[in-house]
Structures are given as structure tokens and as C-alpha cells.
């Protein structure tokens, strides 16, 4: 395999994960729509089931698998933007020519940030209502133990979310 058709080889490759990982991005807001629908439903029909506990747990995974997946776009653009494309001549390539268009990574950055604070919304309200719920049953000694649980998990997504932000808007090395 000659230098052109490695290249030509890692630059579809990586098209191609890219275009993966935003079929998974929205089979995963698929999947957390109807479950957390579907818990919502369980824990309105049976209050003292655990579904509603896990609700906030649900929320954390899906905002980590979504952060996954956009990290794996990020990384994959970055890589081709720096290291495929320069060595491609006489051509403006995709991902050089997105990054000239700054208005366009705007976009991008915003539905990430606007995604994740709706998110973060979200986690809060169904924290609180659960953390309520516990109250209001008498079960106070759980309070303190599952929203410790709750910040962890809240700090730990927040953590993922910044190295990611930093990363994916990083200036090109």
C-alpha cells in the first residue's frame, strides 16, 4: 500500500466513524426518551419501586455515552483536520474548511452546551423529586446516602464534560 492509498484508506475510515458515532448519538437520545419515560411510568405506578431512585443514575449514563460519542467525533475530526488533510494537495478538505468557518463550530459547540444544560436540568429536577419522595416516606437516613451518590455522579459527568469541551475546542497543534 503506497502513501496515497494509506491515506485515502484513514480518511475514509474515520469518515466513516464519525458518521457511526452520530447514527449512535441519536439512537442514544432514542433509547433515553423512552427510558426514561418508561422508569417515569414505573415509578409513578409503584412509588416505592427502585425505578425512581435510578432515574438520575439513568440520566448520568446517557450523558456519558453521549459525551463519548461526540469526544470520538471531535477526536476523529481533529485527526483528520491535522494530520490527513495537510498531506492531501491542491485541496481544501472538510475539515479545514469547517474549521474556516467559525459561525459553523459555533453551532456545534452550542447544541453540545444547550444539550448537556438541558440535561443538567433535567438531573437536578429528577434528583430533587427523588430525594423529596424519600422525605416524604420517612426514609431520611437514605437522603444523605443516595444524594452523596447523586453529586458524585453529577461531579464525575461534569468532570467528562469539561475535558471534553477543552479538548474538542482546542486550537489546532
Same mark, same amino acid.
Given at each position: 500500500?503506497?502513501?496515497?492509498?494509506?491515506l485515502?484508506?484513514?480518511?475514509?475510515?474515520?469518515?466513516?466513524?464519525?458518521?457511526?458515532?452520530k447514527?449512535?448519538?441519536f439512537?442514544i437520545?432514542?433509547?433515553?426518551?423512552?427510558?426514561?419515560?418508561?422508569?417515569?411510568?414505573?415509578?409513578?405506578e409503584?412509588?416505592?419501586?427502585?425505578?425512581?431512585?435510578?432515574?438520575?443514575?439513568?440520566? &448520568?449514563? &446517557?450523558?456519558?455515552?453521549?459525551?463519548?460519542?461526540?469526544?470520538?467525533?471531535?477526536?476523529?475530526?481533529r485527526?483528520?483536520?491535522?494530520?490527513?488533510e495537510?498531506?492531501?494537495?491542491?485541496?481544501?478538505?472538510?475539515?479545514?474548511w469547517l474549521?474556516s468557518?467559525?459561525?459553523? /463550530?459555533?453551532?456545534?459547540? *452550542?447544541?453540545?452546551?444547550?444539550?448537556? &444544560?438541558?440535561?443538567?436540568?433535567f438531573?437536578?429536577?429528577?434528583?430533587?423529586?427523588?430525594?423529596?419522595?424519600?422525605? &416524604?416516606?420517612?426514609?431520611?437516613?437514605?437522603?444523605w446516602?443516595?444524594?452523596?451518590?447523586?453529586?458524585?455522579?453529577?461531579?464525575?459527568?461534569?468532570?467528562?464534560?469539561? /475535558?471534553?469541551?477543552? *479538548?474538542?475546542? *482546542?486550537a489546532?497543534?
Amino acid at each position: 500500500m503506497n502513501t496515497d492509498e494509506f491515506l485515502r484508506s484513514q480518511y475514509l475510515t474515520l469518515r466513516d466513524e464519525i458518521r457511526e458515532s452520530k447514527a449512535h448519538i441519536f439512537w442514544i437520545l432514542i433509547a433515553g426518551m423512552v427510558l426514561v419515560l418508561t422508569a417515569g411510568y414505573l415509578a409513578a405506578e409503584h412509588p416505592s419501586a427502585f425505578a425512581n431512585a435510578a432515574i438520575p443514575f439513568l440520566l &448520568l449514563a &446517557l450523558m456519558l455515552t453521549y459525551i463519548s460519542e461526540q469526544n470520538n467525533i471531535a477526536r476523529a475530526g481533529r485527526y483528520l483536520r491535522e494530520v490527513v488533510e495537510p498531506r492531501i494537495q491542491d485541496l481544501t478538505c472538510w475539515e479545514h474548511w469547517l474549521e474556516s468557518k467559525h459561525q459553523f /463550530r459555533e453551532v456545534d459547540h *452550542a447544541f453540545v452546551i444547550s444539550f448537556s &444544560l438541558i440535561f443538567l436540568v433535567f438531573f437536578a429536577i429528577t434528583t430533587s423529586l427523588t430525594l423529596w419522595q424519600l422525605v &416524604l416516606r420517612g426514609q431520611e437516613w437514605w437522603v444523605w446516602s443516595v444524594g452523596a451518590a447523586y453529586v458524585l455522579g453529577g461531579v464525575l459527568v461534569m468532570y467528562v464534560f469539561v /475535558r471534553h469541551y477543552r *479538548a474538542s475546542t *482546542a486550537a489546532s497543534a
